[in-house]
């Protein structure tokens, strides 16, 4: 049986999923408190970037891209659909319905965008060139990892 000590002392210190959960909280707060102004949080201007770029066919495509649970995607979609950001458009092969921005879903992200780049661009003023690359590589290998 292991030491209770050292299993806590292990996991704390070497915990890949401790650390990241960690940092993706830190991120999160970063970005939702720059975003407020604007109603939006960091999942929902992504979420709208992503439509707005891809002009999905469906929710499990977006759900796949950004690695987001149905569940979850369909909440935050929901919320923007409300709030007069995008529109679904009509039932169609395989119950698939296309996702699109409308002019308010535009608007928004024209007013969120520059709020989302001083974050980012404070974040890449903190880390060298290198270990901003080298973590981004880092995040997309832990990315590819499934249960």
Not at 11 to 28: D, I, Q, W
Not at 47 to 54: A, D, P, Q, V
Not at 102 to 124: F, M
């Amino acid at each position: 049986m292991v030491k209770e000590d050292d299993m806590y002392r292990n996991v704390t210190e070497r915990c890949a999923g401790v650390r990241v959960l960690s940092a993706a909280r830190s991120m999160t707060r970063l970005f939702d408190a720059a975003l407020r102004p604007t109603g939006l949080t960091i999942t929902q201007f992504t979420l709208l970037i992503t439509i707005g770029r891809t002009r999905p066919e469906s929710v499990s495509k977006i759900g796949t891209w950004l690695n987001i649970d149905r569940t979850s995607l369909t909440r935050n979609i929901k919320l923007l659909e409300e709030a007069g950001y995008v529109t679904r458009g009509a039932e169609g092969p395989g119950r698939r319905r296309r996702i699109q921005l409308n002019q308010a879903g535009h608007d928004i992200l024209q007013a969120a965008y520059p709020k989302w780049l001083a974050v980012q661009e404070r974040i890449e003023a903190e880390l060298s060139e290198e270990v901003y690359d080298n973590t981004m590589a880092s995040l997309g290998v832990l990315n590819k990892l499934e249960a």
